[in-house]
């Protein structure tokens, strides 16, 4: 019997209005894919010196709860775990689904969690896909480049962010700005989600070849939290889980918040 143990890595986060925040220190997440022999597992631990009082469980892409729910109650440095087997949401090989998983605090002040979602096989029980949980992210997702071959493809995800429905494109360019690929229009109200692919064989034409690429979202009302994947063609398993970046170059009130949280980190240790 296969025995996995969860490590928590303890990271200050904080929340001062220049992000897309959730209300009552909501941990927020974006979609994540797995398919038929993964589960995906929600971890929480209590950042010192504060409790963490949770409710902990997955939705799909319509809202709805898939798996189970659980109420953690935890003292500082505690930490517990939720999870949900693909094997569970749908019975056709290499078909990915998307789950949101949530985690909303059921206390007020002095309830500190810090939270992360993982993707990890269910045979050999190896982790693939780690994605940490945010307070917030900047009203426009913004991405980096990333890079695709001829047996991959990148997948974009959009889920709204209760309460606000979620109003804009999604799209690809590549490293000249051209649009790649089709674009995708959503129009989602709080708690629906959306995504669109852009296999990398509509892009190289032999085993090796990569091409850059950058996911795009043009959300001007923000409520869109994105995120995207690479996946393989054969399997429909993720190699790589990119969320959007939360402090970019470009971003001044970013760069602000960014500085304004070092100092607070400082002061509190």
């Keep these: 019997m296969k025995t996995r143990i969860a490590v928590a890595f303890l990271v200050f986060t904080t929340s001062l209005g220049w992000t897309q925040t959730l209300s009552n220190n909501t941990t927020n997440f974006p979609m994540i894919g797995i398919v038929r022999g993964q589960t995906l597992q929600i971890n929480v631990a209590a ?13 799909d892409a319509n809202g709805n709860a898939v ?35 949530t985690v909303v605090p059921t206390a007020g002040l002095g309830n500190q969690c810090d939270a992360s979602a993982e993707v990890f096989d269910n045979l050999l029980g190896s982790t693939s896909v780690v994605v940490p949980g945010a307070l917030g992210y900047g009203p ?16 974009l995800n959009v889920v709204a962010y209760p309460p606000d429905p979620c109003v804009g494109e999604l799209s690809f360019v590549n490293t ?4 790649v690929g089709n674009a995708l229009n959503v129009q989602l109200a709080a708690g629906q989600a959306a995504s669109i692919d852009l296999p990398g064989n509509t892009l190289v034409t032999r085993l090796g070849q990569r091409a ?16 995207a994947e690479i996946y393989s063609n054969l399997f429909g398993f993720t190699t790589a889980s990119i969320p959007p970046d939360p402090c970019s170059p470009s ?4 760069i602000a918040f960014q500085a304004r949280a070092e100092t607070i980190k400082v002061d509190r240790f």
Excluded at 176 to 179: A, C, L, R, Y
Aim: hydrophobic share 35%.
């Design 176 to 179: 000249s700005g051209i649009q």
């Design 47 to 59: 950042f010192p010196p504060d409790p963490c009082f949770a409710q902990i469980d997955f939705q």
């Design 67 to 101: 798996g189970t729910s659980v109420n953690v109650t935890l003292q500082a440095g505690q930490s517990a775990s939720l999870s949900v087997n693909a094997n569970t949401l749908t019975s056709v090989p290499g078909q990915r689904i998307e789950v949101l998983p």
């Design 212 to 227: 850059e690429v950058r996911p795009l979202v043009t959300a001007p009302n923000g409520g869109c939290v994105a995120s």
């Design 140 to 155: 426009s997702p913004e991405f980096a480049m990333l890079g695709v071959t001829e047996l991959q493809t990148v997948r």
């Design 251 to 254: 971003n001044t009130s970013c």
